[in-house]
């Protein structure tokens, strides 16, 4: 028996948008600069955006597994090497490394944050080992300290995915200044939007030059007489969609006080609601961007019913709520390319049992926020029976 509620429970839209956006792209329009060559706002976004993270340099690109793919190419990782992934993430993390005709390597995550496990990666080295590819997930930092000493150790180099982590910062330090080379995304339901988009970040001018290159197929910059250096690729964006993002850009910091604030009355709400755990809140992480609040569900509480009714539910009553990610070795194409896998027992579980609710929820009121926790526990009750 399903009892369908029609509660409707609202959250702020997303994306955001206001004058800015509009005037920014309005200002491109009318220029003709529409490309990045004429224009000023990829310019300017890619050195504010550097600058938010405490590093040299920033070069926007297509979007975030491209963003990923270039590091790849600028670290010169490719046919008999190995990159130690998070079996618990986007599956762009590790594909962009089968592509370089690499080998990615998944590994397990802590099932504190589902972030990376170091001592899963000092298991998973081999003499092949050229880099790890760490997933700030759902904007929790990773240990960042530990993986560094471990990348040190061992001669690794180190890209951060933190396309869940604009902004964010770990032991005062902002995520993304850690390893050689940070990744960003700005799709669509990313911190910051443009509809598509990526960013790399990173404090070393030698990478940076040869990102440029891959990035402008094989074309330095200011080139007039058609040098094709490397084999590259065009990963350009336009002016229009630094238009938007400068002006995201502008709320972010903001918007991830917000989030978190949000965040921390849900854990205060949830606190005493059995079968919804949320995942920790690290106390040595400075800035935490909540990109997902993260639950683990247990049925049980809810007499049985399946996590994914309990979505589909929310869902139907207007939650922006997701059953999230699969353990990236068991898709098709990590088995079709052969990635290798160690044993992964968190991923394994998380990939059943977490709900995932968007970050606009934690850009929502105490009163919406607190409306959301009250329809869970009547779900709760309806469905134990209690
Ligand atoms: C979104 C995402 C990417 C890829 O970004 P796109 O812009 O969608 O290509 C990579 N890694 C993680 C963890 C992501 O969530």
Sequence with gaps: MTTMNTTVLTFPEWPMFDQREQDNLSSVLTSRNWWRMTGTAVEEFERKFAELHGVKHGLAVTNGTHAIELALMALEIGAGDEVIVPAYTFISTATPVFRQGATPVAVDVDPRTLCIDPAAIEQAITEKTKAIIPVHFAGQACDMGRIMEIARKHNLRVIEDAAHAHGGAYMGKPLGSFGDIACYSFQYLKLMSCGEGGALITNDDELMDKLWLYHNVGRPKNDRSYVHSVLGSNYRISEFQAAVLLAQLERLTEQNATRFNGAQELDRLLADVSGLEPLLHRVDSTIHPYYMYMLRY??????????????????????????????????????????????CPVTEAAAKDMIWLHHRVMLGTLEQQEALVNFLVEVQEQWSGN
């Design 298 to 343: 247990d049925a049980s509480e809810f007499g049985g019913r399946t996590r994914e009714e309990l979505v589909d539910h929310l869902k139907a009553a207007g939650v922006p709520a997701y059953i999230g990610y699969s353990a990236i070795h068991h898709t098709d194409v990590w088995k079709e390319h052969g990635g290798r896998a160690m044993a």
